[in-house]
């Protein structure tokens, strides 16, 4: 049940404040900050529950409640009601819940659940994410290849616009070398849910619209967090023929209970490259995965000042990463 009172308890709180009970905004930020935070610190490296009866159903729950919070949040925003604090709590959840279900939805087997993850994504501005993750980052990951593995020495605000930018250019050029002959590029796709989206939020005026480019860019941000910390200055060796082959070195992981519930064990993320096609309730964490030192929201945070992340950071990467 954790993993269902962690996602939807808090969607639950957020979506009544933005409805029904302004007030109740603060505490809705405080249960998905400050609540998920005590849960880590007073189960500290429990694990999340795993094999979840109900996991591909509350995939598809969650993917469907993203964009029932998206709306919820604009409209209440537009009319001038929540403020910071519903703006702060329904943005950490689409990073740090939202984000997770879509990508769990994207790796699906299924047409319809890939498509509703990749509705997530390109709703809030980030549609080429699902092509960069899918078609260039499992493949390239740890390597000069993929531009969302960060190299050691390199800080978040130099990142950003670099995964970004490269993700976008990265995902176009695998989609073109993949595609089939007359099928409709994902681009197109994601551009035509994008302009739904706005379209929508219009309605509430101009104030829906910065509201949903605030939800969008508080997302994005989180997206490129995750990659960004996940993948700190770990290296796969280059060989004569390429790279060697990615291992559970080759990502940072967290086994902080409250978090991993939260995230959908996104913070068992050493398993999931290893086996992309396992269902995040059955991910395992092994004693030889590179740990991070705290819950992965703490550490995402920290990636915001790039002294202080490399000082506790780099000395661990350099123990890890597989670069001469």
Do not use: C
Not at 190 to 204: F, P, R, T
Not at 232 to 240: E, I, K, P, V
Not at 250 to 257: M, R
């Amino acid at each position: 049940m954790g993993f269902f009172l962690a996602t939807s308890g808090t969607w639950g709180l957020i979506l009544i404040a933005a409805l029904f009970a302004p007030g109740l905004a603060g505490w809705a930020l405080a249960a998905v900050t400050l609540g998920v935070f005590a849960i880590d610190v007073i189960a500290a490296r429990a694990g999340a529950a795993r094999e979840f009866p109900a996991a591909d159903a509350l995939l598809v729950g969650l993917g469907l409640a993203a964009p029932v919070l998206v709306a919820a949040v604009v409209w209440a925003l537009a009319g001038g009601t929540g403020g910071v604090f519903l703006a702060l709590a329904a943005i950490i959840w689409l990073g740090q819940v939202g984000h997770p279900a879509a990508h769990e939805l994207i790796h699906a087997k299924r047409m319809l659940p890939r498509a509703l993850g990749r509705t997530i994504y390109a709703m809030l501005g980030m549609g080429h994410h699902v092509s960069a993750h899918l078609r260039v980052h499992h493949a390239h990951v740890a390597t000069p290849l993929d531009p969302m593995s960060a190299p050691l020495g390199m800080g978040f605000w130099a990142y950003a616009p670099r995964a970004w930018i490269g993700g976008f250019r990265a995902g176009w050029r695998a989609e073109a070398r993949t595609q089939r002959r007359g099928a409709v590029h994902p681009y197109l796709v994601n551009a035509a849910v994008a302009g739904a989206a706005l379209a929508l939020a219009a309605m509430a005026g101009p104030g829906g619209l910065l509201a949903l480019v605030i939800l969008a860019a508080g997302f994005q941000l989180q997206v490129l967090q995750s990659d960004y910390v996940q993948h700190y200055g770990l290296r796969r060796h280059a060989t004569a023929t390429g790279f060697a082959p990615a291992t559970a070195h080759h990502a940072w992981n967290s086994g902080h209970s409250g978090s991993s519930a939260l995230m959908l064990n996104a913070t068992r993320h050493s398993d999931h490259h290893i086996t992309p096609g396992r269902r995040f309730d059955q991910l395992d964490l092994g004693a030889a995965m590179p740990r991070l030192p705290a819950p992965l929201p703490l550490m995402a945070a920290l990636a915001l000042v790039p002294p202080l992340w490399r000082r506790v950071m780099d000395p661990r990467a350099r123990r890890y990463s597989s670069e001469p």
